[in-house]
């Protein structure tokens, strides 16, 4: 981690201190550890516990203007995660403590938007904490990890309503590591297709299900990249289907043929 890095969350060390003692056990943030100043706010629009890889969208508010805010994760005492967590390819554990690699600006009225990717987290109570580079405020919020793995996300590069024969290329996230992924769509009910559609000469609609023969590979980052010829698909709604071989993890995304 390079020491810019560093500098950023240990200006608020003793906040931090102060937290990680109080998650051990219990993961609740002590009152004691917020300063007189720290006036922001935080809010997630999901406070339920969550599974883990779910993207958790938090808000933060009562910053300067256009101010710089730094972030790192206060978690239990001995926790473990892989390298790989948080979306970051070089996420490691200082003390109790992850420092995030992102920062976020805030608008002229101190306030802004980060998304928290909860990969590779462990059951348990965390608390993320946003940190004002010019203010100093720091604020806190608190969330739980369920122990479920939420569903991979899938998706789509540009527009979702195309017209067939459009080349749709589509991400895939949150699998495991150098999985094999197989992937298939699901059609209205009716549709029928000549074999020479979605670039594939044996192509057959089974109950309301059509197989892909292509199979894609995740990466060592648990992602992948795969390309669906759309052509001679008739007009309607579909929606495609990934199934990690491993994992068990199926992700779905949908698009319009026009």
Known sequence: MS???????????????GLAASLLGTGAASAQAMTATSTAQLVA??????AAGT??????????ADEQVSFWINVPDETTIPSDSLGQTDTTIEGTVIPLNATANTDDYGAFTYTLNTSGLPSGSYSFVAHGL?????????????????????TVEG????????VLT?????????????????????????????????????GT????????GANAYGMFTYTLNTSVLPSGNYSLVAHGHDSGIESVVSFTIH
Do not use: H
């Not at 197989?182 to 559609?197: A, E, F, Q, R, Y």
């Open 3 to 17: 020491s810019n890095t560093f500098t950023r969350w240990m200006a608020g060390a003793v906040l931090t201190l």
């Open 45 to 50: 629009e999901s406070s339920a516990p969550v």
């Open 55 to 64: 993207e958790l969208t938090i808000k933060g508010s009562s910053y300067e």
């Open 134 to 154: 010019t203010s100093q405020k720091e604020e806190i919020l608190n969330f739980t990890i369920n122990g479920s793995v939420a569903p991979a996300p899938l």
């Open 159 to 166: 527009s979702t309503t195309v017209a067939a024969g459009t």
């Open 170 to 206: 589509i991400y895939g996230a949150s699998y495991e590591a150098d999985e094999l992924v197989s992937l298939w769509i699901n059609v209205p009910v009716g549709t029928t297709i000549p074999s020479d559609s979605l670039g594939q000469i044996d192509t057959k609609v089974t």
């Open 209 to 216: 299900v059509i197989p892909l023969n292509d199979i894609a």
